[in-house]
C-alpha cells in the first residue's frame, strides 16, 4: 500500500506542470520557440522572474532590444546547484536563446527555454527547485 | 531519485510516530493539487476540478470584472488585473491556497500564549489568529486585507473563524471574488505527525448563492525547513513594476524593452 502511494506522489511530482508565478505563460506561444543571437546588456537576477535583456541585430544590421524571463525563481535556479547567481551574466556576453514568442506579433519579449551563455548551456530547469543548497542555504 | 525511492521505502517499514494531534506548529508544505479556493475546473493538465462556484447575479459580475493570467479565463498579465501584478496583499483565504508550486509553497504555523501565528513563504506575508476570543460585532470592524480571526479546538479540530475582509482581495488566483461581510470557517485538523488538513467555508449571500466549501487541502510537515534560511519571497512593487514595464507589458503588447 505505502508502495503505491509513493508511485502515486512520485507519478504527481513528474507531471507537475511549468507554471510561471505571475501567469506569463498565457503571454506565450508554448507551441512554438525562436532561436536569438545576441549580446548580453543586462541581468537581473530577481523575482518575481529573472530576466535578461540583451540586444540583437537583424539582417540589416540595426539593433533590436531584446527581454527574456525565466521562469525558475532565484530561488530555484540557485536550488539546482550549477552556479547560477546575480554575476552570472554581465553585459557583453554573448548569447544564444531559443525561446517561446509573445503572442503578440512583433513584441521583443519571449520565454527562455534553453540558453546558451558564451558557448556553455546554462540549464533553466522545469520549474520546481532542488533540495536546499548545503552551505549558503544551511543555518549556521 | 534513488535517496527518494530509499526514503519511501525506510518511511514504508517504520513505525506510525507519535503526535499531538493539537500541536499545528511547524513548517507545512502543500501536497494537495488544488493552487485555488475550490476544485474548480483548471484548464491545467494535473488539476482538473469539477465543482462550479455558485455565483449569485451580482458575484458573477465581479468575477467578470476580474481578469486572471490563470485558468480558463486567462489573460494575458498586462491587461489583467490581479492584485498579485501590483504587489497588493493576497490576503485570507488566497494565502491559504499556497497557490505555487515547489519550494514555495509553505506556510509555518506557531502557537503561542493567546495566538497562532501563519507566516506564508509566497509574499512572505503573515497573519494571526486570538484563541479563545470572541469575535466582534461585524459592524465594529474595519476591514482588513487578512480579516479578523479567532480560533478554538473542537476536539482535535482547530476552528478559525473570520470576519472583515477587504473585498479587494480574490480568493484564488482565478479571480473568484468575495464581498466585504464574507465570513470565512477554517477547520484544521492534524490527521497524523506528517499531515495537515484543512478545509474552509465561506459564507457570503451578496457573491455566493450557498456556502461554497473548499477541497480538502493536504499539507506535510517539513521538518529540515527549520534548519534553512528563510526565503524571503517578498514581492518587492519596485521590482514588480520594472518586471512589468519591460517584460510583461512587452509581451502582452504594451510597452518596450528599451
Redesign the interface.
Known amino acids: 500500500m505505502?508502495?503505491r502511494s509513493?508511485a502515486l506522489?512520485?507519478l504527481?511530482l513528474l507531471?507537475?506542470?511549468v507554471?510561471?508565478?505571475?501567469?506569463?505563460n498565457?503571454?506565450?506561444q508554448l507551441d512554438k520557440t525562436i532561436t536569438l543571437e545576441g549580446v548580453a546588456t543586462e541581468w537581473?537576477y530577481?523575482?518575481?522572474?529573472p530576466?535578461i535583456?540583451f540586444d540583437v541585430k537583424d539582417s540589416k544590421g540595426a539593433v533590436e532590444?531584446?527581454?527574456?524571463?525565466l521562469l525558475p525563481?532565484p530561488?530555484?535556479l540557485r536550488?539546482m546547484n550549477v552556479g547560477w547567481s546575480r554575476t552570472t551574466i554581465k553585459p557583453g556576453d554573448r548569447i544564444v536563446l531559443v525561446c517561446n514568442p509573445?503572442?503578440?506579433v512583433g513584441?521583443?519579449?519571449?520565454?527562455a527555454k534553453e540558453l546558451t551563455l558564451n558557448g556553455k548551456s546554462w540549464p533553466l530547469g522545469a520549474?520546481?527547485?532542488g533540495p536546499?543548497p548545503a552551505g549558503r542555504?544551511?543555518?549556521q | 531519485m534513488l535517496t527518494?525511492?530509499l526514503a519511501?521505502?525506510l518511511?514504508?517499514q517504520a513505525p506510525p510516530q507519535k503526535f499531538d494531534p493539537h500541536d499545528l506548529s511547524g513548517h507545512w508544505n502543500r501536497?494537495s493539487?488544488f493552487q485555488t479556493f475550490s476544485n474548480v475546473f483548471s484548464g491545467?493538465?494535473?488539476a482538473q476540478g469539477t465543482a462550479e462556484a455558485p455565483l449569485t447575479a451580482a458575484g458573477k459580475a465581479k468575477f467578470e470584472a476580474n481578469r486572471?493570467?490563470?485558468g480558463p479565463r486567462?489573460?494575458?498579465?498586462?491587461i489583467?488585473n490581479?492584485p498579485?501584478?501590483t504587489c497588493d496583499p493576497l490576503g485570507i483565504p488566497r494565502l491559504l491556497n499556497t497557490e505555487?508550486?515547489?519550494?514555495?509553497q509553505t506556510m509555518e504555523i506557531v502557537q503561542i500564549p493567546g495566538r497562532m501565528l501563519q507566516f506564508f513563504e509566497w509574499h512572505h506575508d503573515w497573519r494571526e489568529v486570538f484563541i479563545d476570543r470572541q469575535l466582534p460585532a461585524a459592524d465594529t470592524v474595519e476591514p482588513t486585507w487578512n480579516g479578523t480571526s479567532v480560533g478554538k479546538l473542537e476536539g482535535d479540530v482547530f476552528v478559525v473563524d473570520s470576519i472583515g475582509f477587504d473585498d479587494r482581495t480574490w480568493l484564488d488566483?482565478f479571480g473568484h471574488p468575495h464581498s466585504e461581510n464574507m465570513k470565512l470557517q477554517e477547520r484544521y485538523r492534524r490527521v497524523d505527525a506528517d499531515t495537515l488538513e484543512l478545509t474552509m467555508t465561506l459564507t457570503d449571500p451578496e457573491i455566493y448563492s450557498r456556502p461554497w466549501v473548499s477541497d480538502t487541502k493536504l499539507f506535510r510537515l517539513d521538518r529540515?525547513k527549520s534548519?534553512?534560511?528563510d526565503?524571503q519571497?517578498?514581492?518587492?512593487p519596485t521590482?514588480?513594476y520594472?518586471?512589468n514595464q519591460?517584460?510583461?507589458d512587452?509581451?502582452?503588447?504594451r510597452g518596450?524593452?528599451?
Not at chain 2, 505555487?100 to 514555495?104: A, D, E, L
Open positions: 505505502a508502495y509513493f506522489v512520485l504527481l507531471s507537475l506542470p507554471l510561471a508565478h505571475h501567469g506569463s498565457i503571454s506565450y537581473d530577481r523575482n518575481p522572474h530576466q535583456y532590444h531584446w527581454a527574456t524571463e525563481t530561488l530555484m536550488n509573445a503572442r503578440v513584441a521583443k519579449a519571449c520565454l520549474g520546481p527547485g536546499a542555504g544551511a543555518r | 527518494l525511492i519511501a521505502l518511511a514504508a501536497t493539487r491545467q493538465g494535473n486572471p493570467g490563470y486567462a489573460v494575458p498579465p498586462a489583467g490581479d498579485m501584478g505555487v508550486i515547489t519550494p514555495h488566483k529540515a534548519s534553512r534560511w526565503e519571497i517578498y514581492c518587492v521590482e514588480e520594472k518586471f519591460r517584460v510583461r512587452e509581451a502582452g503588447g518596450n524593452t528599451k
